[in-house]
């Protein structure tokens, strides 16, 4: 499968960006999806994730309340709405696919991925 993420860009502290996450050559509709991040100079960092239906989500403390994971199975595609956005978010975004059909934040458990999108927060 290859997945391919957009959406990225440049914003002020404050505004808002949506990441997609488009697969192909395989359907990842059985796969749970995850979004992780990494600053420059910093590791990778898990951001959300969802369940292969989408009914079951996941946040880390730093995003929670104003990232939105959700997904369209029948456009094999995942998004990120980011909302609130701080200069501590600036990253890039990288999206992956799942070996089992649940969430996790352990970036092991994702065997395929993007390429990542740049999200720049300036204050």
């Known amino acids: 499968v290859q997945l391919q993420a957009s959406g990225g860009g440049s914003v002020q502290a404050g505004g808002s960006l949506r990441l997609s996450c488009a697969a192909s050559k395989r359907t990842v509709r059985n796969n749970a999806m995850g979004w992780f991040r990494q600053a420059p100079g910093k590791g990778r960092e898990f951001v959300a994730t969802i369940s292969y239906t989408g009914g079951s989500t996941d946040y880390s403390d730093s995003v929670k309340g104003r990232f939105t994971i959700s997904r369209d199975n029948a456009r094999d595609t995942v998004y990120l709405q980011m909302h609130s956005l701080q200069p501590e978010d600036t990253a890039v975004y990288s999206c992956?696919?799942?070996?089992?059909?649940?969430?996790?934040?352990?970036?092991?458990?994702?065997?395929?991925w993007g390429q990542g999108t740049l999200v720049t927060v300036s204050s």
């Open positions: 992956a696919a799942s070996y089992g059909p649940y969430g996790s934040r352990d970036y092991t458990r994702f065997n395929y």
